[in-house]
Every structure is written in C-alpha cells, then in structure tokens.
C-alpha cells in the first residue's frame, strides 16, 4: 500500500502564507518606522527646549563675566550621561560623543554672548 499523504503544503498556501508574512513585517516596519518618527519629534524638541536654557545660562555668564565653559560641570554631566545611557541600555560612548558635540556647541553659543 502507498502513503498517498505528503507533507508538503501545495504551493498556493505557502505563497499565502508568505504574503501573510511579508504583510505582517511591513505592519511591522510602519509601526517602528512611527515611533522613530515620534522620538525623533520628541528629541528635536527636547533639545530645542535645552538650548533655550543654555542660551539664557549664556546670556548670564556674559552679563557676569563667567567663563563660557565650565569643564567641572561638564564633567559631571557626562558621567551622570553615561550612567544614564547604561541605565537604557545605550552605549556609553555613543551618549558621551553625542553630550560632548552638544556641549561644543554651548559654548559656542556662550562664547557668542560675550562678543
């Protein structure tokens, strides 16, 4: 007697089950895709709101002749960054890089005030 059962699926429902597949990670894909939109909006204006405070943390320094950079505080800021960055599983170093470019450009800014 020959087995007649296969187990194979016929071709169509395999394609189905690709499409079914494909449909889903571009559900997916648009759903992270959308949360990166909405977090980069929420950095863009996050750092926006920072700058704003710098700027008039700029503008004081400048009204007392207080030297634009404060390399104590920044040290502080970029260890208390990094261990925030371990706390969401971040690297470090990128955090680091990413606090010193921002802090580079604080200064510019201070810098600019007294001018």
């Known amino acids: ?9 016929p071709a169509a429902h395999v394609s189905d ?4 597949d494909a449909a889903r990670a571009a559900q997916l894909l648009l759903e992270h895709r959308a949360s990166i939109d909405r977090l980069d909006a929420i950095l863009v204006y996050t ?3 920072r700058f704003k405070h710098t700027q008039n943390v ?6 007392h002749d207080l030297p634009p950079s404060d390399p104590s505080r920044e040290e502080q800021q970029i260890a208390r960054l990094e261990d ?4 969401a599983d971040l690297d470090p170093e990128f955090a680091k890089k990413f606090l010193n470019f921002i802090i580079q450009e604080v200064i510019r800014h201070h810098k600019a005030h007294q001018e």
């Open 1 to 9: 007697m020959t087995d007649t059962t296969s187990n194979t699926m």
């Open 84 to 87: 925030l960055a371990k706390e």
């Open 58 to 63: 700029g503008r004081l320094k400048a009204e």
């Open 17 to 20: 089950d690709l499409s079914d």
């Open 47 to 49: 750092l926006g709101e």
